[in-house]
């Protein structure tokens, strides 16, 4: 690294006018072709520079005509191919190479390439992705068996190197891990969005109940076959008591109780309204889709059996799961746990910054707004009631002055922002504050929250991650028995405890309050004190002021007189405590506990911030804890002074090194009105010092900007500063972090109130044209597309079609789901007489690129009316899972339908052989059903109007 580190600051550098004075465009380009050339012949392992050289085409051939990009891309693949040849083991250079290829190459030369790519790289998880990938976006090729069955070979492959069965390539028992529980949490995750939700849980469940639940002795698969295929409680269900349990009870011919599914949706309620065909399909696809996610069994308290389903693709059997069986060390089972979790849609802690690859993947994979754009919407909603007069609470006069944009209108099914037409797809752009629905979608986030500032800045609660959407009821007592179970085997364990009351706080505070005070009994050491900060903040976050303080001054005060370990966690402490301190609008109070991280000292801090009319600290303990912060600063090589301070202890771990700098930059801002200390502590991080420990690039560096941000907005709502402060705290945490939610969202809405969208666009625009964002360019096309919509009263519905075409033809953009659905819905929601077409032909494009993605079919069904039989077609010809077959509707719902028809259908239909077909299917359907004791009764009900209208017209015949 180091080598191409140096090699990398030899290579040519761009020269501007100035410096060539009367060099033309055509002989700079000969120059500086010519040093790439003589660069790289010298410095062939400087993958940078051939980056470089080959992003310098697009300037050095681009004259805008179509030939010209052909011309382009064909130098650009020579490029690559001369780079390879150095190169062949790049896997950067490679994954480049193949995604060019795509786009010129015969189907069948590629598919060639990638087979002999994948012979040469069978244990890399990138190229895994990027052949996967490929096969998920050949729309002429895709099935979805097809595609799983690369999945399987994937996790056999991975096994395989692990046992040492390869002779060329071997995998260590880490590397090993990480990748089988990378190919798990893909592969279900692609299953599930195809609709094969249910196979994918029972493949979590399985591989869980394979590695946490197995019998000291071992298990054979036959046995675990045995045991998946009986009717016990599985992984998850009530009444679980695991794969070990279950052998040991049957093994001494005992018996156990089957598992009775509690959580079985009520009928489609869709069935009961009178919809047009097209959005009857799509609503009713959806809502099964929404409430079918576990398996299918029979309840044997009902006499059913499996011939009972009326939906085969529901019940999942050993077969289906066992590809994805595989053995883990003891140390990921609890990342195991956590990755079923996460994909049951609960929003998790981020362990990495936004930076990293699986980040990249992470966003790549947003197929739903869930809470993405909350602070956007919310800041919207609140400017509009703003500008109406209907209210002031919560307005951040930092961020929102002036902010107003058109609210959603509900009686016109229409929703604008920044005076674009969106529709309603709440889903696509987020919940509407303005609607008591999308307000209750916020739940505890909404109820709980002070103002605006909580939604936008977490200050690392979760870290950069998103807030997931709140999920249903069934499911959230389903994640709650995820939880137990999991810590019945692996007791204590601080990860899934942290990640069960994050999940508790979000829909239940009460719950959540009383199990981190419970985990707090059960932990010792650093990991209590985490836990009881945990539950001093929930009591905070609950209104609880005087209960919230007594719990942060006695942990703060164990923490102060424990062990070295304990007292760097007093850092922790502290910064929470002084944060509830200022949300509870005591700067005060907040001063006496950064005097006492300063200073220590034995007095009841609960006892002093109960004192009515609280001062400040005395200047002397204010210039004591001033020297003790800048001393440590001095030491841990954040700061260069003349003063000669004795030396303190060693500097920390960046992790506890975070919130002490944090805290003294809040001393600084609340004592003395100053950022100056915090800013020269960024300096010192971004100039690499050698003292210094947090490393550029990671999570702490970036927790540190976040606090930053939370320091400079609070300074910059309480004294009158430039509006340049806030921006240029935001764009330099942007520069370090451009793909964190969070900071780009501060950023959009911190220049919105201006009104002016050029340097917002500027903003997008340059990071856009930046070749070197890959994978995470898809959180900045995302972005870019709502910073337009969030303009107020100034969206250009053109600018966003330009934005979305553009990353339509982009690499890694093109895969995110968000975004073609998000394109669709706005050319659907247009008030013109294609826009249905125009949606239709955005849905043909989402089809070649994400063709295995059940939400871009609903989304067409809705939007395209009259191409609905062409949707469930096309769905059906790759082999995803349709949950309402267009023949169950027409059976199943009453005979009237509005509209929704193909225009050329209804002018020959014939009414009375539509009401003749009808009546003859639900006829035969009863025949069928009276077998098993089940009465379609609607469809009876149905078939009986049928028959009698036709017995009036005499056309029983017909039938």
């Known amino acids: 690294q180091q080598q191409q580190q140096q090699q990398s600051s030899q290579a040519p550098r761009e020269t501007t006018a100035e410096d060539e004075d009367g060099e033309s465009l055509s002989e700079r380009i000969r120059r500086r072709t010519r040093e790439f050339n003589e660069h790289l012949r010298e410095h062939p392992g400087d993958i940078a520079t051939w980056r470089d050289y080959i992003a310098f085409q697009n300037e050095a051939l681009d004259d805008g005509t179509q030939r010209i990009e052909t011309v382009i891309a064909q130098k650009k693949i020579s490029i690559y191919e001369r780079a390879l040849l150095q190169n062949p083991r790049n896997e950067e250079l490679l994954t480049e190479y193949l995604e060019l290829c795509r786009r010129r190459w015969e189907p069948d030369r590629l598919e060639a390439k990638w087979q002999q790519v994948m012979f040469t790289h069978p244990g ?11 096969l998920s976006s050949e729309q002429s090729r895709f099935r979805t068996p097809v595609v799983l069955a690369q999945y399987h070979r994937w996790l056999e492959t991975i096994q395989k190197m692990q046992k040492g069965q390869f002779a060329s390539h071997a995998m260590s028992d880490l590397d090993a891990d990480n990748a089988l529980l990378k190919a798990l949490a893909q592969s279900c995750r692609f299953q599930a969005a195809a609709g094969f939700q249910e196979k994918a849980l029972a493949c979590y469940q399985a591989c869980i109940e394979f590695n946490c639940f197995v019998p000291p002795q071992g298990t054979r698969p036959a046995d675990f076959a045995r045991y998946f295929d009986a009717l016990a409680p599985r992984f998850g269900e009530k009444g679980a008591a695991g794969y070990s349990h279950w052998q ?22 869709t069935l009961t309204t009178a919809l047009p065909n ?28 499996d011939e ?13 799961v066992e590809g994805h069986l595989f053995k883990l060390s003891p140390i990921y089972h609890p990342r195991l746990v956590l990755s079923l979790v996460s994909f049951l849609g609960v929003s998790l802690r981020a362990t990495e910054s936004s930076g990293v690859a699986s980040a990249a993947e992470q966003f790549g994979g947003i197929r739903t707004a869930g809470r993405l754009f909350a602070p956007l919407v919310d800041a919207m909603s609140r400017a509009a009631a703003y500008a109406s007069g209907q209210g002031t609470a919560g307005l951040d006069p930092v961020l929102f002055e002036e902010f107003a944009l058109p609210s959603t209108l509900p009686e016109t099914s229409v929703r604008t922002l920044g005076g674009v037409v969106v529709g309603l797809a709440e889903d696509v752009w987020g919940p509407s504050c303005a609607s008591a629905e999308g307000r209750a979608s916020y739940g505890q986030l909404d109820k709980h929250s002070a103002d605006i500032r909580e939604t936008c800045l977490t200050g690392g609660a979760r870290g950069w991650t998103p807030a997931a959407p709140i999920i ?81 001054d006695r942990s703060l005060s164990l923490a102060l007189a424990s062990d070295a370990a304990m007292r760097e966690f007093a850092a922790h402490l502290c910064l929470s405590f002084m944060e509830h301190e200022v949300t509870a609008g005591s700067e005060a109070g907040a001063l006496h506990v950064l005097t006492r991280l300063g200073l220590g000292g034995a007095e009841s801090l609960a006892a002093l911030l109960a004192t009515p009319d609280l001062t400040r600290p005395a200047a002397t303990a204010m210039a004591k804890t001033k020297a003790v912060f800048r001393e440590r600063l001095a030491a841990w090589g954040f700061e260069d002074t003349k003063h000669h301070y004795k030396t303190p202890q060693e500097a920390p771990a960046p992790a506890a090194m975070v ?41 702490e560096h970036e927790l540190l900007y976040t606090g930053l941000l939370k320091i400079v907005l609070h300074h910059a709502r309480n004294n009158p500063v430039a509006p340049a402060l806030v ?41 856009l044209h930046n070749q070197v964002h890959g994978d995470h360019a898809v959180i900045l096309w995302l972005f870019a597309v709502f910073a337009e919509l969030v303009q107020p009263g100034a969206g250009s519905l053109h600018r966003c079609r330009s934005l979305l ?106 009414e009375q052989e539509g009401m003749a077909r009808r009546a003859a299917a639900a006829v035969a359907a009863a025949d069928a059903a009276a077998s098993t004791n089940l009465v379609p009764s609607a469809g009876l009900a149905a078939a009986a109007a049928d028959l009698a209208t036709l017995r009036d017209y005499d056309l029983l015949d017909t039938g």
């Open 124 to 134: 890399s998880a990138r190229m895994w992705n990027g052949y996967l990938s490929y």
């Open 248 to 269: 040991q009870v049957v093994s001494m011919g005992g018996t156990l109780d089957v598992y009775v599914d509690e959580h079985r949706p009520d009928p489609d309620p």
């Open 278 to 305: 097209h959005l009857l399909w799509a609503k009713t696809e959806g809502w099964r889709e929404q409430t079918q996610w576990q398996p299918w069994r029979p309840r044997e308290d009902l006499g059913e059996t």
């Open 308 to 320: 009972s389903c009326d939906d085969p693709d529901r019940i999942v059997v050993f077969d289906d």
């Open 472 to 552: 249903l009821k069934a499911k959230q007592s389903f994640v709650c028995d995820v939880f137990d179970q999991a810590l019945a085997v692996m007791p204590g364990n601080i990860a899934l405890l942290e990640a069960y009351v994050d999940f508790l706080a979000d829909f239940d505070l009460k719950r959540a309050r009383k199990r981190a005070k419970q985990a707090v009994k059960e932990l010792q050491g650093v990991a209590s004190l985490w836990l009881l900060k945990k539950y001093c903040t929930l009591e905070g976050k609950a209104g609880n002021l005087k209960e919230a303080r007594k719990a942060f």
């Open 659 to 699: 919130p002490y700098l944090l805290c003294m930059g809040w001393f600084e801002c609340l004592g003395f009105g100053s950022l100056d200390a915090l800013h020269g502590v960024l300096d010192a991080v971004e100039a690499k010092r050698s003292k210094c420990a947090i490393v550029g690039g990671s999570l």
């Open 727 to 767: 921006r240029t705290a935001v764009e330099r945490a942007l520069s370090h972090f451009p793909y964190n939610p969070e900071f780009l969202t501060v950023y959009i809405v911190g220049e919105a109130r201006f009104r002016i969208a050029g340097r917002l666009r500027k903003f997008f625009d340059d990071q």
């Open 805 to 910: 075409r553009k990353a339509a033809d982009s690499g890694s953009a093109s895969r995110c789901v968000l975004l073609w659905r998000m394109w669709m819905n706005l050319e659907a929601a247009q008030e013109t007489p294609n826009a249905s077409q125009r949606a239709y032909e955005v849905f043909y494009r989402a089809v070649q690129a994400r063709p295995g993605d059940k939400l871009i079919y609903l989304d067409a069904a809705q939007h395209a009316p009259t191409k609905l039989q062409e949707v469930v077609d096309l769905l059906q010809e790759k082999e995803m899972h349709l949950r309402a077959p267009l023949e169950e509707l027409e059976l199943l719902t009453p005979l009237e339908q509005p509209g929704g028809q193909d225009d050329d259908q209804d002018d020959g239909y014939d």
